[in-house]
């Protein structure tokens, strides 16, 4: 699962240090998540997925696609989340 959460972490564009800051982690226990030294609790894979409209099946057993489909809310919301500046979470960051 590190090496899928290594790429969650590329693929978001963000340095570590905001991706930990994003799901409530501290940027040295992402590293050690990437690493494989750590094993994610389900609370950080869920704020993984929930986070970054990432597919907990691919997450954690590496079968599918990575990303679970957006729904029409859910962009509007991180157009105006964009729009006013807020951090919006939603797949457009990746």
Do not use: Y
């Not at 954690?60 to 990575?66: D, L, N, S, T």
């Amino acid at each position: 699962m590190h090496t899928r959460i290594t790429e969650i972490v590329r693929r978001s564009g963000l340095t570590k240090t905001d991706f930990a800051k994003k799901i409530g982690i501290s940027q040295p226990f992402l590293s050690q998540l990437c690493a494989g030294a750590k094993i994610p609790s389900e609370r950080t894979i869920s704020d993984i997925c929930r986070v970054f409209c990432v597919d907990r099946v691919w997450l954690v057993e590496g079968i599918g696609e990575p990303f679970r489909p957006v729904d029409r809310n859910e962009q509007i919301a991180a157009v105006l989340g964009q729009a006013i500046g807020s951090n919006a979470t939603a797949r457009d960051r990746l």
